[in-house]
């Protein structure tokens, strides 16, 4: 039997990036996901898939920083599969600003998307999942920016710093639930995104230069770690954090001569 045979998961973010990666990787393993995107029709594209790998899936366009359409995101969930398993809340948009020239709307744009978010759609599934009695598991993705300081990313690094700290609050209040609530923390991955800008290749090898494993990570690399946390082997793992990136987050290597 597959490990995620019978479970049902809400995947945000879900029509392109890491979050393609990750709802074909739970599909992969046995599980019906709704993948869930501001971009509705890419986020069926992705659903079309999962159903060709024989699962049930359903697409449900969402701005997660949109209450009500995150209350009608996850009633759709429930008509669909019956019940929720697992939330995942990759849904996430980046940006660079200085302090010193940072607009208002960019800061409220990353924080309402990452942070407030991640709170909405947590919110109301843990609603669903505690009224159903049954337990369930919830993923965040951070990232190492949420650890590791960098000029020019004081919103992205604040929300994803925060959704680290809401993570471990959460698991203290769902554990007594049977939810938990873990996260993955992406140093750079890769991802052939189409609605996400690459990093300029100055940057990426910048990057890439301090990644202890010397590459950056693949949407797979990121997507094992949230199927393991989905998975029954990580039943008694909770407010943890796994960061996927080569060892970047470890420690800043020192220049030797
Ligand atoms: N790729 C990386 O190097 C990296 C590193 C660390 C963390 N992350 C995190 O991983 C997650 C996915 O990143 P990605 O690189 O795949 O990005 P991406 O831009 O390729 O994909 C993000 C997806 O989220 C969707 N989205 C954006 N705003 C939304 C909203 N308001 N409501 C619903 N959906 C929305 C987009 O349409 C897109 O499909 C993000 O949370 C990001 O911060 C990525």
């Not at 909405?120 to 300081?149: D, F, H, K």
């Not at 301090?210 to 997507?223: E, I, L, Y």
């Amino acid at each position: 039997m597959m490990r995620l045979e019978g479970k049902t998961a809400i995947v945000t973010g879900g029509a392109h990036g890491l979050g393609r990666a990750i709802a074909l990787r739970l599909a992969d393993d046995g599980a019906d996901v709704m993948v869930a995107d501001v971009l509705g029709p890419d986020a069926e594209v992705v659903a079309e898939s999962v159903r060709a790998k024989g699962r049930h899936a359903a697409s449900f366009e969402v701005d997660v920083s949109d209450s009500a359409a995150v209350g009608a995101m996850v009633m759709a969930a429930v008509e669909a599969f019956g019940h929720v398993d697992l939330l995942v809340n990759n849904a996430g948009v980046s940006g660079e600003a200085g302090l010193l020239e940072m607009e208002e709307a960019h800061w409220d744009r990353i924080m309402g998307v990452n942070l407030k978010g991640n709170f909405l759609c947590s919110q109301a599934v843990a609603r669903e999942m505690v009224a159903r009695g049954e337990g369930g598991r919830i993923v965040n993705i951070t990232s190492t920016a949420g650890a590791n300081a960098r000029p020019g990313a004081s919103a992205y690094a604040s929300s994803k710093a925060g959704i680290i700290q809401f993570t471990r609050v959460l698991a203290l209040e769902l554990g007594r639930h049977g939810i938990t609530v873990n996260a993955v923390g992406p140093g750079m991955t890769l991802t052939g995104s189409e609605v996400k800008r690459p990093p300029t290749e100055e940057y990426q090898a910048a990057f890439v230069g301090q990644v202890p494993m010397g590459r950056a990570g693949t949407p797979s690399d990121v997507a094992a770690a949230v199927a393991f946390l989905a998975s029954p082997d990580a039943a008694y793992i909770n407010g943890q954090v796994i960061f996927v990136d080569g060892g970047y987050s470890a420690g800043k290597l020192s220049v030797s001569g």
